[in-house]
């Protein structure tokens, strides 16, 4: 039985969600046999709620053929290991959660049980002693990782820091030079069909109709395909991750760039602080239940470092998910699918996750069901693991100065997530699914970092004498001090990468 290709991609929106989407796809069809129009209205827009990535982008830049060195000149881009939270756990303290390994295994057993073993016994170092990537990040230092799983440099990976419009405008370039076609107009209608309720076409403001077969909604928070036009349904997780407002604002830079994001726990929410290379990009996440603009706006400018570049600009959103992220013959990409806020910079990983998954079960022009449903179920769970990763940040905090805090350290939190801090608190084992975005080393970060102390810890961390197990310890923390010291500082690796004079 013969199948029918679909030849026809309608994307509604640009930003970096449908211009992402655009360029994925124009490298996966050529443009004789099916062409993708993107339909955005005029301007790019200055305000964005996440301006960096996680190292997961590294292999969907290389799939699709997006050069690093090119992206980081074209966007300002610095390198990111990683998010120091401070003000998380307690007003005060603060920890670093990057991209990389904590110690090594001794015997076939979990670093951080040996660490917990000593820490009983007197008073340890600091486990981020024993990662690289958080040493080198709090000494403003920065090398590529190796493939050589005997060295230390082996042991971490990184991400980016990146201008939002500069990061859409590159990536419109790429698609319109693959065969993209850019209409710049505004959907004003969406037409459905008979018996099936397909889109069949959508109204653009000027009059036209612009007919197609696929239609991916890159609309933004409001989901106009999606929601709008068929009506999906909505998750509502405010419940869990308690923010729905942002001030977004542009400030100069007031020194070299630090290699992580910065984000400060406050009394109603949270502000972040991403260094780029020209500038630095400002952020306060909050919930209006507990504080209102005007009073948030001050917060957050209160907060700033450097002069302004740009006046705060406000945005409203419901963190959440559609039910459904592919329905009929429309699918869900960026913050039309759902939204989870920066806090982790999940957001442009889970366009990328979405865009892989669709090519993965791209349909033929019938749209067998079977593809839509193994589509929303694998990001279903996607979504569910970053959004329990996230809810922890909030729930496990010793934070009590404020309702806003108080709600967070009383509610409940969804099942899987309690049996993941029952298992560690116990006894330091971190529970996993298999394709999960975070690792192990991620959710020790977190644990640790907010507080989450497990009582005991894996007996065979006992098999070794106490004083070869304190030898070892000293020896990694000293090995990782030196590697640190030996990194170059991060402001001569990002000249050194932007430089199409220095090959890879």
């Known amino acids: 039985m013969s199948q029918r290709a679909v030849k026809s991609i309608v994307i509604v929106g640009g930003g970096t969600a449908g211009w992402m989407t655009a360029t994925a796809l124009a490298k996966i069809f050529d443009r004789e046999s099916c062409s993708i129009r993107l339909i955005e209205p005029d301007g790019l827009g200055t305000a964005s709620l996440d301006e960096a990535t996680v190292p997961a982008a590294h292999e969907f830049n ?33 920890y670093m959660h990057t991209a990389g390994k904590f110690g090594q295994e001794i015997e076939g057993v979990g670093f951080q049980h040996y660490w917990l073993r000593q820490r009983m016994s007197d008073d340890a170092a600091p ?23 005997r060295s230390v440099y082996s042991t971490y ?17 790429m698609a319109e030079k693959l065969g993209v076609e850019r209409i710049e107009d505004e959907v004003v209608d969406v037409h459905l069909g008979g018996e099936d309720g397909f889109i069949s076409r959508v109204e653009l403001k000027s009059g036209d109709l612009v007919d197609g077969e696929l239609f991916i909604d890159c609309s933004g928070f409001r989901g106009l395909l999606i929601e709008g036009a068929l009506r999906t349904g909505y998750e509502d997780w405010r419940g869990w991750l308690p923010f729905d407002s942002a001030l977004v604002v542009q400030t100069e830079s007031t020194g070299d760039p630090l290699p992580y994001t910065r984000a400060t726990a406050n009394r109603a929410g949270w502000q972040w602080r991403t260094p780029l290379q020209n500038r630095v990009g400002n952020g306060y996440m909050y ?31 419901k963190p959440g998910k559609r039910l459904k992220m592919w329905r009929r013959n429309c699918v869900a990409i960026g913050s039309s699918s759902g939204f989870l806020g920066p806090l982790e910079s999940t957001e442009i990983f889970l366009i990328q996750a979405a865009i892989t998954k669709l090519i993965e079960y791209f349909p033929d022009a019938e749209f067998p069901a079977a593809n839509a449903s193994a589509y929303n179920r694998q990001l279903d ?10 809810i922890l940040h909030f729930k496990a905090t010793q934070r009590d100065d404020s309702n806003f805090w108080h709600y967070c350290r009383e509610m409940s939190v969804p099942e899987e997530l309690a049996l993941r801090m029952q298992l560690f608190a116990s006894r330091g084992v971190v529970y996993r699914r298999n394709g999960e975005l975070f690792d192990e080393s991620d959710w020790l ?13 894996d007996p065979r961390a006992d098999r070794i004498q106490e004083d070869q197990m304190r030898q070892l310890l000293k020896g990694m923390r000293k090995h990782i001090d030196q590697a640190a010291n030996a990194m170059p500082p991060h402001r001569q690796a990002i000249l050194e990468s932007c430089d199409p004079g220095v090959s890879a």
């Open 157 to 173: 990976s990184y991400a980016l820091h990146l201008d939002a419009t500069l990061y859409v405008r590159f990536l419109r370039d």
């Open 62 to 94: 290389r799939r699709f053929g997006i050069d690093e060195r090119e992206l980081m000149r074209a966007t300002n881009a610095t390198f990111r290991f990683g998010t120091e939270f401070k003000d998380w756990r307690a007003i005060g303290h603060s």
């Open 127 to 149: 486990i981020e002693d024993f990662a690289l990537s958080c040493v080198a990040a709090k000494r403003g230092r920065f090398q590529h990782p190796v493939d050589d799983p």
């Open 287 to 317: 919930s209006s239940a507990y504080i209102g603009e005007e009073a948030a706006r001050d917060v957050l400018l209160d907060g700033l470092e450097g002069e302004l570049l740009t006046d705060p600009e406000l945005e409203r959103f």
């Open 381 to 390: 769970t996607l979504y569910a693991g970053v959004r329990d990763f996230i």
């Open 445 to 457: 970060a977190v644990f640790l970092g907010q507080g989450v102390i497990p009582e005991n810890y």
